[in-house]
């Protein structure tokens, strides 16, 4: 406890204690209680006659906080053997994703990581979920090191937005660039549009078939990439305006010009959000063709077979993602850059696989399924509450499906009028009822009533916040699992 002299009391977080700066809980949120000179903003306040600063968790002072503790500001750690993005969409997992991290030395977390997407489903900034994860580390005195992610950014913008934010990673997503009808067509068809292509990019087309056609390449472990003129032509239709636009971003934004020419952050290029699986030959074009422009990546996220939906399990051929993993995992090796496993929440039956095949060298990238035990801690807490909000998602279901793909069968979720409340957390068990709730985030965020005032939000964040730690048990459980599982 730590008392002031006006008779307020607030909890004290015993890890964050230093003599001239510490932080408190307040029944509705936390404080920073600094010395005057430190340079914080926040209340005067006298505890045993002693002048304090009762700081609020604001940008300055979050600010303020990674200038004098730098362990507080995220830093590029995506080159550490094994990393793990653990999205925290809501501001409030941190304490909960430390606990895992704890037991899991080897691996360095990217505490911050999120899409432009999230960002707006939830009404966020990169700023806000930066600082989130500043207290969060603070407060729980993590001093080993955590990055930052700008998550699924696509143009030159974004990227800027992300980086003048302070994010340290870029993952840049070409889904907007990798032509997706070229998987379609037939061998006439490649060749047609192949020779459009040519006829566009004469100098281009020569030095790619000199390279390419016809040719193999050995990526060691007994592993070999051949290109026939088919799949060479569909590489570069699929993937030559993604090749140049990561080349630009890269050289425009990721480089620095001027005196000190180093990378203002770890890159990621995520090829990912495509319609089919990423075949070894067309990761090897990508990799090749950035690798001769120079471009330094630190991870890849390849488009793997099977199935990733949100916050269930792999759906697929468990032999096939194996023998296709070997490949994927020898050309990253080869390059020397890290396989970067996306949609990573709850694929618990790949886990084995991905580490194996990596030799524990991988980023892992988690999101939804923090908000999923978030959830699953209202079907705990609060069933009225959780009622309500599983109504509303059924309503919203649809909606939301424009944002994610999903195969959800509505009709296999039991009607949680017949469930009693202590029934209420098995939903969470149930494949379908998991992909409504995790799909319907940002609707359930964003809903208000005729009034215009939040519908759910400031109920939920209440709950989570007097749950604080039940919450933090949650996810210690829940995100182990995945690194026990990976970590072979
Ligand atoms: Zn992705």
Redesign the pocket.
Known sequence: MWKTDDGRSFELYEASRHDDLFMVAALDCDYLVAKPELGFDGEIVFSNDEKWILAPLSHANADRLRSLYPFTAPSRVLERDKTMGVGDRLGIATDGHLMVFRDYPQVTPILAQQSIRELNLTNRTFHDVIDCATFGVFRNNYTTGWGADG??VKTADEVEYALSSGCTMI?L?CSEQIDNTIDGLSSAQVSEGYEAFKAQNKDYAAVLEGIYLGKTFDVGEGHCIHFDEDMFKRCTLIYCKAIAHAIGIYENHIVSGGQSKGQRADFEI?I??TMTPTHPAQHFFVANELSRAKVHIATV?PRFCGEFQKGIDYIGDLGQFEQEMKVHAAIARHFGYKLSI??GSDKFSIFPYAGRETKGRFHL?TAGTNWLEAMKLVAMKDSSLYREVHRFSLGAFSEATKYYHVTTDLSKIPDIDTLDDAQLVSLFSMNDARQLIHITYGLILNAKDSSGASLFRDRLYRLWRTYREDYARLLHEHIGNHLKAILV
Do not use: L, R
């Open positions: 998550d699924h993952t997503d995520s990912d959000e996220a996306h949609s990238k």
